[in-house]
């Protein structure tokens, strides 16, 4: 199973990015997905989930409202469409595919078995 994550970048604070990830060897329609970011000298935090109908989402409090998790289960590829960005916001981003067929999406990193290579994602003030 490979996820190639891409769509980074720098930009400055109230721009927006929209990140993509592409799934291969898995059945990506079956699986929830999420997205989780990690900022220099922080732990991964949850950002946004979405269950594999794409009929349930979850966000992080903080991206409320700015932030948009959606799948293309025909292209097989997971987005994160992110509007009015903070500097607060600066990480590095990580699409994942949570472990069991058509189970519950989760903010749980460790329930998640596949994790693409991140994508640096910077804010500037």
């Known amino acids: 199973v490979q996820l190639q994550a891409s769509g980074g970048g720098l930009v400055q604070a109230g721009g927006s990015l929209r990140l993509s990830c592409v799934v291969s060897?898995?059945?990506?329609?079956?699986?929830?997905m999420g997205w989780f970011r990690q900022a220099p000298g922080k732990e991964r935090e949850f950002v946004a989930a979405?269950?594999?109908?794409?009929?349930?989402?979850d966000y992080l409090e903080y991206v409320k409202g700015r932030f948009t998790i959606s799948r293309d289960n025909a292209k097989n590829t997971l987005y994160l469409q992110m509007n009015s960005l903070k500097p607060e916001d600066t990480a590095v981003y990580y699409c994942a595919t949570r472990k069991g067929r058509y189970r519950e999406y989760s903010r749980i990193s460790k329930e998640y078995d596949y994790w693409g290579q991140g994508t640096q994602v910077t804010v500037s003030s």
């Open positions: 060897g898995r059945t990506f329609s079956m699986y929830p």
């Open positions: 979405i269950s594999w109908s794409g009929g349930y989402i």
